[in-house]
């Protein structure tokens, strides 16, 4: 791809001399994917799609860009919009739109302070300001309700001893969804009766504000089988294996010859003659007639499965 500044990308070069919105964008975006990272170099969220504004404005001059263009884009994400490398756009609720329209508001921000853009531009973008529930076209979302303790007692038999811990941990301590996938036996301080938990990242790190989270006995009872696994504690290769280990001990048709002779590793030769020997089926500590092990030290995965949050923006 061509610099920003390169004249052969007339994308990115205005006729006058002022930079384009494009170049911009490309600008800003080179800048967010060093700055908007944790410290063990995960990509944030706030690396955010801006495919609507170039795709309206992406030739204009940044000197040309102010707020009856802001509001264009704003309506381009409340209607939704066909794009023509992305295809179709679907609209945004209310409370997105919002969060779309502040982010490109700070794009120009960024942009004067590295003397790109006017900071006459970026005030006239802040007039602009956001949608109010009742007083537009965009859709509104229902609010995120707790759940109920009876939904939860009544689903927790249904899911596997890790999500299930999983369910429990949060229910019991409040922690946000990032912070119970990404515990670590290390991270925790076990020396008194209520156990401290200060994850290493956190959504508010960059800011240096510690997090300490109290984990007091149901949370304890809730992580004590898992305490011995090195690195993450819940791990998805280990609530599969759990899966598989109870789907063999509750079978009740006959295992055929060909599915005995398979060494049930993803990726291995699985065409072997039905005389191969078997490979033993694990064993049951707790000799309960389900087969679900009790000890979780299974197998520990040879590298983290954490949630990348690579989700796609419009």
Not at 44 to 70: A, D, I, Q, S, Y
Not at 162 to 175: D, E, F
Not at 242 to 256: D, F, I, P, T
Request: net charge positive.
């Amino acid at each position: 791809m061509p610099s920003p500044a390169d004249p052969a990308n007339p994308a990115t070069v205005a006729p006058s001399g002022p930079i384009t919105v494009t170049a911009l964008i490309l600008k800003f975006l080179e800048h967010a994917g060093t700055y908007y990272r944790r410290p063990d170099e995960m990509q944030t969220t706030e690396v955010t799609e801006l495919r609507p504004t170039r795709h309206l404005f992406g030739h204009l001059p940044v000197t040309e860009f102010g707020p009856k263009c802001l509001r264009a884009v704003r309506s381009l994400t409340v209607d939704g919009y066909l794009h023509p490398d992305y295809g179709l756009r679907g609209d945004l609720s209310r409370g997105v739109v919002n969060q779309r329209v502040g982010r490109i508001v700070r794009v120009f921000k960024w942009g004067v302070s590295e003397e790109l853009v006017p900071a006459t531009v970026h005030r006239a973008l802040t007039t602009v300001t956001g949608l109010k529930a009742g007083r537009t076209e965009a859709r509104e979302t229902e609010p995120v309700e707790p759940v109920a303790w009876e939904i939860v007692e009544k689903t927790l038999p249904k899911l596997n001893p890790v999500v299930r811990a999983m369910v429990l941990l949060q229910w019991h301590t409040g922690m946000r969804p990032g912070e119970v996938c990404s515990i670590r036996a290390d991270e925790i301080d076990r020396t008194a009766a209520v156990w401290i938990y200060r994850p290493t990242y956190h959504k508010l790190a960059y800011r240096g504000k510690p997090r300490v989270i109290a984990i007091g006995k149901q949370g304890q009872d809730a992580l004590a089988p898992f305490m011995d696994r090195p690195g993450y504690l819940f791990s998805p290769v280990l609530a599969v294996e759990l899966m598989q280990a109870e789907k063999r001990a509750n079978r009740k048709s006959k295992v055929q010859p060909s599915q005995r002779s398979r060494n049930g590793s993803r990726g291995s030769d699985t065409r072997r003659s039905s005389t191969t020997e078997p490979s033993p089926e694990p064993a049951n500590p707790s000799g309960s007639s389900r087969g679900t092990p009790t000890n979780y030290g299974i197998r520990s995965p040879p590298v983290s499965t954490r949630d990348s949050d690579s989700k796609r923006h419009r």
